[in-house]
């Protein structure tokens, strides 16, 4: 499954290409891309549903790519992917 995300962060508008491409039964492995860099971060969404904690905050790691150095960049984008996540 591929989504554009368009999301505001400090002023600035960012849209980027994310893409959900490994799930498993404890954590799902999700690639967000811009014009020359891509990253890929990991969750554990599946966990928690198939526990049925819906309310519990979702875990949140970077595993591939360029580290982002800017918090509140990554606070952003973390925000915008769980906001389109928990719509799924």
Known sequence: MEWELVFKSWNRIYK????????????????????????????DRPFFISRRLRHRRWDWQQIEGDKINVRHFNEDLIQELEKHLRGL
């Open 16 to 43: 980027l290409k994310a893409k959900i491409i490994e799930t498993s039964p404890t954590h799902e492995k999700i690639k967000v891309s811009g014009k020359n860099r891509s990253i890929v971060l990991q969750n």
